[in-house]
Nanobody, 127 residues
């Protein structure tokens, strides 16, 4: 069992920033790769960013490259998503996810490769 709890969502104006956190339970957090996904109204859930267990491999979707940064603090069992220069199209429910460690983009960018999911946190960007 790897319970995941997101926090940090909210309402922000376009151009603003938010930092999402995802806290995990367990003693083997570093053995899990972590990902962030989002789902906007009327759209399918899509990959946002992911990081391998050690933090050595990091990936981000083209739509957020240069604006969003994923990081993790294994000592605190927490993964973060720093979101800068937010746009209205970033509005979505953001969920963190965990899976057995991997460094592969093909695995970590694939929603079907994750076994554990948080409840989600709403991010709303106004214009």
């Amino acid at each position: 069992q790897v319970p995941l709890v997101e926090s940090g969502g909210g309402l922000v104006q376009a151009g603003g920033s938010l930092r999402l956190s995802c806290a995990a339970s367990g003693r083997t957090f570093s053995n899990y790769a972590m990902g962030w996904f989002r789902q906007a109204p009327g759209k399918e859930r899509e990959f946002v960013a992911a990081m391998s267990g050690s933090g050595g491999s990091t990936y981000a979707a083209d739509a957020v490259k240069g604006r969003f940064t994923i990081s993790r603090d294994n000592a605190k069992n927490t993964v973060f998503l720093q979101m800068n220069s937010l746009k209205p199209e970033d509005t979505a429910v953001y969920r963190c996810a965990a899976r057995a460690d991997s460094t592969s983009w093909g695995i970590l960018s694939n929603i079907r490769m994750y076994a554990y999911w948080g409840q989600g946190t709403q991010v709303t960007v106004s214009s």
